[in-house]
């Protein structure tokens, strides 16, 4: 299930998603079409309520009750399975979200090993990896530290590392930096960004920070279910 070469890391063609509110219906997506490619970062704007989320949780296969097509690394979503569609998300996507959703017993180190145990990786590697990623997101001095422990800041720097874990294809980031101060939130996506490119991975990340977004190679406006 790799991407072709020079192919597109995620497409998405005709995206819907409709809701039905006090017998109202919602159309918050309305044919969307996006194409990826490999590392490149995207930027998703648009205001809340405007759909981001929704459609991060299509291309990261979370839910269902969409229409339209979604391929993943070149394999089309729609003809997998549960289980198929778990091996899919697990070997090409991390995600990253507004709260950081650390396991609170574990530590710092053991949240950023557990899903390459999950994935087949061995302890020793999986340790190796942990500590190449946190010591580039400057906790190398926080490894057996708590999320009660940490600071906001250091809880998502944990939490991206977490999801460049099993070195993805594509990292959705749902307002990543969203939870934090300015001046924190700044920090924390600097940091994010270089590690996302430093590992090669593209990105798609929902954001309604203009500033933000100009950081990244490319933006998108999500407005009335349409992508402008």
Known sequence: MNSPANGPVVRITGLTRSFEQGGVR??????????????E?????????????????????????FGGRIEIAGT???TLDGD??????RDHLGFVYQFHHLLPDFTAIENVVLPQLVAGR????????AIELLSALGLGQRLEHRPSQL??????RVAVARALANKPQLVLADEPTGNLDEATADKVFDQFLKLVRGEGSAALVATHNERLALGMDRLVRLHEGHLD
């Open 84 to 89: 198929e569609r778990t091996a899919l998300r």
């Open 151 to 156: 600071s906001g800041g250091e809880q998502q």
């Open 41 to 65: 970062i995207v930027a998703l704007l648009g205001p809340s309520g405007s759909g981001k989320s929704t459609m991060l949780q299509a291309i990261g296969l979370l839910e269902g009750g």
């Open 122 to 129: 061995a302890q020793a590697e999986a340790q190796a990896r």
């Open 76 to 78: 089309d979503a729609s």
């Open 26 to 39: 919602i159309d918050v997506l309305r044919g969307v079409d996006l194409e990826i490619r490999p590392g």
